[in-house]
């Protein structure tokens, strides 16, 4: 998806993105009734769901960085009220910045706190210079690794000193400090803090956990884990420690009378130290400004919306600065907050806005509450943040991209030299490893058993392999006949120059040689304009996916199936197996890790690698006759291999998202439109399976299935979308699926193939219908794009 990044002003608009499928979105525009509708409806129960979250998160964030407790309300409000209303992704919500609390802490130990707010203000004026010289976008340039592995660094950081308030003592300056003094802590723990603090870790880790034990419990505990979890662990904590009488650390929040709101800094303050905060104040704005950003963007995916990146970080500026001038913390999108909005089903961005109102109304009138809570509990809720910052998600993806060493020099990075540091850390060694991987190149010489040399190059031939180049070529013996093929990489001048000096020399001893690429072995053209043909052997120029009846490489007398089977396994030998060696070789030492279930139908038309432009490890894969899922309460007609499947890929492999994908012209569909299941004598095996299709049956007389845009062919074609449609609704009878759906790791996606227009459509989750997927990513401004590979 191709985010939107037009001009358009800085506005409160809250109703002309909404949604599709709520009342706020329309052509035409919107009534003042369907806006209070979508507000009341969606709008507030999503702001007080974030809410509840945010309270205790604020104030653990501003416990951690050792800022007043009341800067971390401020933060909360104003992240709330002002890029809530100002901000350019919709559903977005801001507040004080999780990755800045180390920048944050080591700023108020070193100058105190109204040099804090003063680097703040200075970063928000920076960050709207920066949004209004439309530079936003370059910010996603930076490595992924290298910004997975702040977060991580940051996560560490964070839990490694909370542990120690959790224990009853104080965290010291730095990480290393931290675990040196830690043994000691260990030794000899505060009870109270010790006991407070377990039971809020406790309460964190089993909440989500209730809906999954089993019978009545468990059905109850699903509605009870509505709750947000971080609310109920400070609550639980706080009750205990109230009803034990225990003596230990609480939040002390000052009356707003004695908030220290920011200062113009006198002209000694802080001399000699310009250089510094300057530092500071780039570091701030870069980590937060990053932060917002990567949070806009998972967003937009989740919402299909296109945002606009330059007035995100226009408006992060303005929250900067006028949280820093009202003496709160660094303000930037949150991908916790951000997350529990969208889930908690927001419509417009007043959800962001209203929960800033509540943290406002929590922050003037519930001080006395707050006062109540013990700063284990806090700590503890913050350690677990810190923990979640270290995603295995991330490093499994980071490890597949081979960037695993940028990643660990962050972190290591970050925990021991501190953010700043360890960024710059980060980012040369993904420079290094960028260089390396430019100056990388194999030179392969293969000898064919009919005296010919084939040389096989992998990765950009530069300079640099010249000297290798060469080496390789002289071992080739005079007169032979060679085929060089290049995988396509780039080729600089020089190793252009010895690639066609070495050719020019073989060719005078009288021997043929022919320079392919590896794309479909395209041909190669010589500096003067010759061809040079492919005639290796064995070539053949078909294109992919094309099937064995089209390709003309197999002679007509070939129509014996089990020979083409056979031709087509020694071509992919031939011509596909080299290319793919080296990635199946990393698959079968590292095993499989797709990130989705694919679940369609056996029909020999549908090539789900062709449709989802997939490899080898992408997706899980299961195919049956008409894409059915068996659902386990239909009588003698449930089958264990799909639910067995189905469970392996969500428990064992952890997978994403499940795809049902159904098909045009499928025969599943029209055997039960011809009542196949209710012929009478003995059923037939292909009957009794097809009795998993009859609430489909059932569906498309009570509430069949449509495309967006457009009416089905006919009956048959609207029974093969709405089966799509009956058999996500089966996926949820599997406790597995329904328990990873119901804590939002896991997404169901509906999708339909029609194989005349080879044209896919995706499922609106909203609206229920089917809507095509466009090969084009660019949207106009202010229009919600049509839906993707999600849904």
Not at 48 to 74: W, Y
Not at 202 to 211: D, H, I, M, N, Q
Request: charged fraction near 15%; charge should be neutral; include cysteine.
């Amino acid at each position: 998806m191709t985010l939107d990044i037009s001009s358009a002003p800085i506005a409160s608009d809250t109703t002309d993105h909404a949604p599709p499928g709520t009342p706020a979105a329309s052509a035409g525009g919107t009534s003042a009734r369907q806006r209070v509708r979508a507000l009341l409806a969606h709008d507030l129960p999503a702001s007080l769901a974030v809410f509840l979250i945010a309270v205790p998160f604020s104030l653990g964030i501003a416990l951690a960085t050792g800022a007043p407790l009341t800067a971390g309300l401020v933060a909360a409000a104003v992240g709330g009220l002002v890029a809530g209303l100002l901000g350019g992704t919709h559903l977005q919500v801001s507040g004080p910045s999780a990755a800045l609390t180390v920048v944050t802490a080591g700023v108020i130990a070193q100058y105190g706190w109204q040099t804090a707010c003063l680097v703040t203000v200075a970063a928000g004026l920076l960050q709207l210079l920066l949004g209004s010289l439309r530079v936003a976008r370059a910010a996603l340039a930076v490595s992924p690794a290298v910004v997975h592995g702040l977060l991580a660094g940051v996560g560490l950081t964070i839990a490694i000193a909370q542990l120690h308030v959790i224990l009853g003592g104080s965290p010291q300056s730095s990480a290393l400090a931290d675990l040196r003094s830690l043994p000691g802590e260990l030794a000899g723990p505060h009870p109270p803090a010790l006991v407070v603090g377990l039971l809020a870790l406790a309460v964190l880790f089993g909440w989500p956990r209730l809906g999954r034990l089993p019978g009545p419990i468990g059905r109850f505990g699903t509605r009870l884990a509505r709750l947000p979890a971080a609310l109920v662990a400070v609550a639980a904590a706080t009750t205990l420690s109230l009803i034990a009488e225990l003596r230990l650390a609480r939040v002390e929040l000052p009356v707003w009378e004695h908030h220290q709101f920011f200062l113009p800094p006198s002209p000694g303050m802080p001399a000699g130290h310009w250089a510094a905060l300057l530092g500071l104040v780039l570091t701030v704005a870069a980590v937060a400004g990053v932060e917002s950003l990567l949070s806009s963007v998972a967003v937009d995916r989740m919402t299909r919306r296109a945002g606009d990146l330059d007035r995100e970080l226009r408006a992060q500026g303005v929250s900067n600065l006028l949280s820093g001038l009202l003496g709160g913390l660094p303000v930037a999108g949150g991908a916790v907050r951000s997350t529990a909005n969208v889930q908690a089903g927001a419509a417009t961005r007043m959800s962001a806005v209203l929960h800033g109102c509540w943290v406002l109304v929590a922050a003037l009138a519930l001080t006395a509450g707050l006062r109540r809570i013990p700063l284990a509990a806090l700590a503890a809720l913050v350690l677990v943040v810190g923990v979640q910052m270290v995603s295995f998600a991330h490093i499994r993806r980071v490890h597949r991209h081979r960037e695993f060493p940028v990643y660990l020099a962050t972190v290591l990075g970050v925990v021991l030299l501190g953010v700043p540091l360890g960024v710059v850390l980060g980012g040369s060694v993904a420079v290094l490893l960028a260089l390396y991987r430019l100056t990388r190149a194999h030179v392969e010489v293969i000898a064919e058993p009919n005296g010919s040399c084939t040389v096989r190059t992998h990765g950009p031939l530069t300079f640099v392999a010249v000297p290798r180049l060469s080496r390789a070529f002289a071992r080739i013996p005079a007169g032979a006949r060679v085929t060089v093929r290049h995988d396509g990489s780039f080729l600089d001048h020089a190793a252009f120059e010895a690639l066609h000096a070495w050719r020019a020399d073989h060719q005078a001893t009288g021997a043929q040689v022919s320079m392919l690429t590896d794309r479909q072995a395209q041909e190669v053209l010589d500096p003067d304009g010759t061809v040079l043909v492919d005639d290796a052997p064995g070539g053949h120029r078909c294109s992919a996916w094309t099937p064995w009846v089209g390709h003309h490489c197999i002679e007509p007398d070939e129509d014996d199936p089990h020979v083409r089977l056979l031709h087509g396994v020694r071509g992919f030998q031939q011509h596909t197996a080299p290319l793919v060696r080296q990635e199946l070789a990393r698959l079968a030492r590292d095993g499989q890790t797709p990130s989705q279930l694919f679940l369609t139908c056996a029909d020999s038309r549908m090539v789900t690698s062709m449709i989802t432009s997939s490899g080898p490890g992408d997706l899980f894969t299961v195919r049956n006759v008409g894409n059915l899922v068996p659902a386990p309460y239909e009588p003698g007609a449930a089958d264990d291999s799909v639910a067995a499947a189905v469970q392996y890929a969500v428990e064992v492999l952890e997978v994403a998202s499940i795809t049902v994908c159904g098909h045009s012209g499928c025969g599943a569909m029209k055997a039960l439109l011809d009542g196949v299941t209710e012929q009478t004598g003995p059923p037939t095996a292909l009957a009794r399976w097809l009795r998993n299709g009859r609430g489909s049956l059932a569906r498309l007389r009570r509430a069949p299935a449509e495309f967006e845009g457009r009416a089905a062919a006919d009956v048959a074609e609207q029974l093969c979308i709405t089966n799509v449609v009956q058999q996500l609704d089966q996926l949820m009878a599997n406790p597995a699926v329904e328990r990873r759906v119901s804590d939002g790791s896991l997404r169901l996606v509906g999708m339909y193939f029609d194989f005349a227009t080879a044209q896919a459509y995706v499922m609106d989750s909203r609206s229920g219908r089917f809507a095509p997927v466009h090969a084009e990513a660019e949207h106009p401004a202010g229009q919600t794009p049509k839906p993707e590979l999600a849904a």
